[in-house]
């Protein structure tokens, strides 16, 4: 009924439609999204539509205003807690967070933040084109804008050094051995941040292309021309190694070097003391390990780190264990005595621990029982009536 | 045929502004109450006086018929490929290749690079499409040398269609739709030509023996594959915007006016 009645006055509007710019507003305001290009006419409709939409959420004014606010309250903020504000750190904003509004909350994105609004407020494109409507961007009617003028730049880059190829040939100074880009210990950038670099939404094969791409540049023979644009799309890996904090190496009054650390398996929770220059005596709990672990398998679990790295007899270990059964107390003071080898042993040999995996904490621990269920996995008696 | 049709499309103003400066000028005409306004008249001065001109940017000096020969632009595709609709514009086949009439070309040809000086002095937004992945980024750079857009990627559904979903409310589209090939990849023809057709945009197109040149105002009867015919007819589309945009700010300057219509 509205919509016959609806396009009984569109069809009117459209008769008259010549008469001016003012039939035209009601006009747009109750078929949007008409395809007519009579709509663009009139400036103002321009002006009205982009009001109403908002494709920004928000606009740069806010976001300007925004920081101001920030600055000012993180000044007040600083003289509140009695501090300097021309020095006071977004740590320091942190702590005083925390200390003025006390959050027993468990999610740590739900407690109260003060952070800049860059950091706050989502990336955002701008409005893509100038006052009289003609986009920016040259390939903003693609759609993808940024990620197809990436592509472009980068067979540019490819057609560049074609051309120096060539004119080298021609020269008779081309070479096959040209310096090459060191790759090893870097990794390209996944879709995600290729995403948050362009701010722009791309597929999975799209990403592929890109990297296809990159390869390409890679395979050429004087790509090292483009090293610095290429290595913007690598990202450095740490070395793993270097994550772990080893244990101070520290001295008796008798100048032997002793080191501390703990370790954990399923709820057992171990100390060890290792202490240099020994005969290899191992005491736990007070009691001498022979007669506190009875099963060799545990013992084996002790002398393991020592066995790897070489050191059997060289060390005096002194534990105290606590908590769950024999075996996990057993994983538990290997992971101990591992970390306190950490300051005894050179870099290399800590790569390989780690790579035997005695640096790193066993995740396992007892599954729960679920309800409909015996057990962790076991189900009642299936009966087929 | 389309070219008859449509020689009096070219006549009537295709620029919203236009139009608009149309309606302006009526309604100065019909209220009395609203003082002459000089800067209208001349402005429209500006916009009316190069339709009146047959050949207002001189672009018949821009190419001749032997350079159309030696950029191999007469050469089409093999006899089987050839379609019904191309007939007329083909001289025929030589050892199974088809010709196409070069003095056709010429005159289509010369229409459409006036169209497109036209719709470039008047301000509009020309889209360069194509699908041909030997010469996306060629186009590409001419789009951005000339201040023009170019398509010659994947085309999404509803780019011109729902304009105002894909991109964002307030939109402005293309004027002018160029398609250097009207083939895509699958060599069915491009979705963008029907699109346009429905958006009510003209579109200038390079037709070769093996499209179908119906849906579009202004074809180009040429050879689409060579790429010494896409540079020239890349060259010639870049030279005639430059021009025409040149000519626009000459006349502004002239007439001292600093805001454009």
Redesign the interface.
């Known amino acids: 009924m509205a919509a016959s009645g609806c396009r009984g006055v569109r069809s009117i509007l459209w008769k008259y439609g010549?008469y001016?710019?003012n039939l035209f507003v009601s006009r747009s305001k109750m078929v949007?999204?008409l395809?007519l290009?009579q709509i663009?006419?009139?400036s103002s409709l321009?002006k009205k539509?982009?009001a109403?939409?908002g494709?920004q959420k928000f606009t740069q004014e806010f976001i300007d205003k925004q920081v101001e606010e920030f600055e000012v309250g993180k000044r007040h903020l600083a003289n509140m807690m009695g501090e300097d504000p021309e020095t006071f750190t977004q740590e320091d904003i942190d702590r005083s967070i925390a200390y003025l509004f006390p959050s027993g909350l468990f999610e740590k994105r739900a407690r109260p933040v003060m952070k800049h609004p860059e950091e706050i407020f989502p990336k955002q494109t701008a409005?893509?084109?100038d006052a009289?409507?003609?986009?920016f961007h040259?390939?903003?009617?693609?759609?993808?804008q940024s990620y197809?003028s990436l592509l472009?730049d980068v067979?540019?880059k490819i057609?560049a050094i074609e051309r120096h190829q060539d004119k080298m040939r021609n020269k008779g100074l081309f070479t096959s051995d040209t310096k090459q880009i060191l790759l090893t210990g870097s990794r390209w950038l996944l879709k995600e941040e290729i995403e948050e670099n362009l701010v722009e939404n791309i597929s999975v094969q799209d990403y592929m292309r890109l990297i296809q791409l990159m390869e390409l540049l890679l395979s050429m023979p004087y790509c090292s021309l483009e090293e610095e644009f290429i290595l913007k799309f690598r990202k450095q890996l740490e070395v793993q190694s270097s994550k772990y904090e080893i244990p101070a190496l520290q001295y008796d009054p008798q100048g032997v070097a002793f080191s501390v650390a703990d370790g954990r398996r399923k709820s057992a929770k171990a100390s060890i003391t290792l202490r240099d220059s020994g005969s290899g005596n191992i005491t736990i709990n007070g009691r001498n390990y022979l007669h506190y672990f009875p099963v060799l398998q545990n013992r084996e679990q002790l002398m393991f780190p020592l066995l790897f790295v070489g050191m059997m007899g060289r060390f005096d270990i002194e534990g105290s264990v606590e908590g769950s059964g024999h075996s996990a107390q057993a994983g538990a003071l290997r992971l101990a005595i591992s970390r306190a080898l950490l300051s005894f042993v050179s870099e290399g040999e800590v790569e390989k621990m780690r790579q035997a995996g005695l640096l790193t904490a066993d995740p396992r621990i007892r599954e729960r029982k679920k309800p409909g269920q015996e057990g962790a996995r076991k189900k009642f008696t299936w009966k087929k009536r | 045929m389309a070219a008859g049709v449509l020689s009096g499309v070219r006549q009537v103003l295709r620029g919203?502004r236009l139009?608009?400066a149309v309606?302006s000028c009526h309604?100065q005409t019909f209220s009395s109450a609203a003082a002459p306004d000089t800067g209208e008249t001349v402005r429209d001065k500006i916009l009316n006086f190069p339709i009146t001109q047959p050949d207002y940017f001189h672009l018949s000096e821009l190419f001749t018929i032997k350079d159309l020969f030696e950029a191999r632009v007469h050469l089409g595709h093999k006899k089987g490929c050839r379609h019904r609709l191309m007939e007329p514009y083909l001289f025929g086949s030589r050892l199974d290749v088809d010709i196409i009439d070069l003095e056709q070309t010429a005159e289509h040809l010369q229409q459409a690079l006036n169209f497109t000086a036209h719709v470039a002095y008047r301000?509009g937004?020309i889209?360069f499409v194509s699908r041909r992945r030997q010469f996306g980024?060629l186009i590409?750079t001419t789009?951005?040398e000339c201040?023009?857009?170019?398509?010659t990627?994947y085309w999404?559904g509803g780019?011109l269609?729902n304009?105002?979903i894909?991109?964002?409310?307030?939109?402005?589209?293309?004027d002018l739709v160029i398609f250097f090939s009207t083939l895509n990849n699958v060599f069915q023809q491009h979705v963008g030509i029907r699109d346009a057709a429905?958006?009510?945009?003209p579109t200038v197109g390079i037709v070769d023996s093996n499209c179908n040149p119906s849906l579009i105002p202004y074809p180009v009867p040429g050879n689409d594959d060579t790429p010494v015919a896409m540079e020239m007819y890349c060259r010639l589309f870049k030279m005639t915007i430059n021009r025409a945009k040149d000519k626009r700010r000459q006349m502004e300057l002239l007439r001292g006016i600093s805001a454009?219509v």
């Open positions: 010549s001016g710019k949007p999204q395809p290009r663009y006419v009139a321009w539509n982009l109403a939409a494709p409005i893509q084109w009289e409507g003609r986009p040259f390939l903003f009617y693609t759609g993808k197809y472009h067979y540019e057609l | 919203p139009v608009s309606l309604g301000g937004i889209l980024h590409e789009a951005r201040g023009e857009y170019a398509h990627r999404k780019l269609t304009a105002p894909q991109y964002s409310p307030g939109v402005r589209l293309p429905k958006m009510n945009i454009s």
